[in-house]
């Protein structure tokens, strides 16, 4: 299943890549207990 998103389209496998190494990176080390949605703003629309 492939959900379209607000952008149109699916994300590509590198849109969600960054979003893991961001959260695995240092600069994440403040972020905890949330749901980051990747969705291209879905949830927003």
């Not at 969600?16 to 949330?34: H, K, P, R, T, W």
């Amino acid at each position: 299943m492939c959900l379209k998103d607000f952008e149109g389209r699916a994300a590509k496998p590198e849109e969600i890549a960054e979003m893991v190494v961001f959260l695995s990176s240092d600069a994440a080390s403040f972020c905890n207990g949330y749901v980051y949605a990747v969705d291209g703003g879905q949830v927003a629309h």
